[in-house]
């Protein structure tokens, strides 16, 4: 069974740093490209970035330079390093596996979702 | 504003059949498969539809979608009021190298 479990969130001052954990289990992590997507108050989902199994990474503009995206195959855990964070930055997190191969066009098994707060 | 344009809400009866739009560009849609989710806030989105036209399984065949050119659009049949729910559409961007979403279009039963 394939298990996606997030963790790292919290509350943070703008301008803070936070780093999100994505444990993986069921499948095999380093064949798949993987994804943060994220949901804030009264809005839709976002995409943030995404990492390939070869370790080519993309990012959504809004997070550009500020956010990194990395995974650790040994441990089958993925990581999205928050830098400069902002209030609009707060918002529900996501993790998610990718099924098409590294294109991107879908996304199968979701997490659950872990809580960013970005405040003073 | 989101590339992929959808309606904010639709609504209609217990047993009718509503449609979601999900309009793109050469980009987008035109070029890649096009992806469905369900989504209820605060609890994990669930794939509906991929490659524009398949459901994974366990999926009910109520639910279907389809493309044509820069736009696509999912179907629901039989409509159950457990079908309220958040649907967005999904799919990679050529020009912006990312995955780009739909607004979000919230379904009232």
């Known amino acids: 069974e394939v298990q996606l479990l997030e963790s790292g969130g919290g509350l943070v001052q703008p301008g803070g740093s936070l780093r999100l954990s994505c444990a993986a289990s069921g499948f095999i992590f380093s064949s798949q490209a993987m994804t943060w997507a994220r949901q804030a108050p009264g809005k839709g989902l976002e995409w943030v970035s995404a990492i390939n199994s070869d370790g080519t990474t993309y990012y959504a503009n809004s997070v550009k330079g500020r956010f990194t995206i990395s995974r650790d195959n040994s441990k089958n855990t993925l990581f999205l390093q928050m830098n400069s964070l902002r209030a609009e930055d707060t918002a529900i997190y996501y993790c998610?596996?990718?099924?098409?191969?590294?294109?991107?066009?879908?996304?199968?098994?979701w997490g659950q979702g872990n809580l960013v707060t970005v405040s003073s | 504003q989101s590339v992929l344009t959808q309606p904010p809400s639709v609504s209609a009866a217990p047993g009718q059949k509503v449609s979601i739009s999900c309009s793109g560009s050469?980009?987008?849609?035109?070029?890649?498969?096009v992806s469905w989710y369900q989504h209820l806030p605060g609890t994990a989105p669930k794939l509906l539809i991929y490659?524009?036209?398949k459901r994974p399984s366990g999926i009910p065949d109520r639910f279907s979608g389809s493309k044509s050119g820069t736009s696509a659009t999912l179907v629901i049949t039989g409509l159950q009021t457990g079908d309220e729910a958040d649907y967005y559409c999904?799919?990679?961007?050529?020009?912006?190298?990312?995955?780009?979403f739909g607004g979000g279009t919230n379904l009232a039963v």
């Open positions: 490659d524009n036209n």
């Open positions: 998610a596996k990718d099924e098409t191969g590294g294109r991107l066009e879908y996304f199968d098994y």
């Open positions: 050469s980009s987008n849609i035109g070029n890649n498969y």
């Open positions: 999904g799919t990679w961007d050529r020009s912006l190298s990312g995955v780009v």
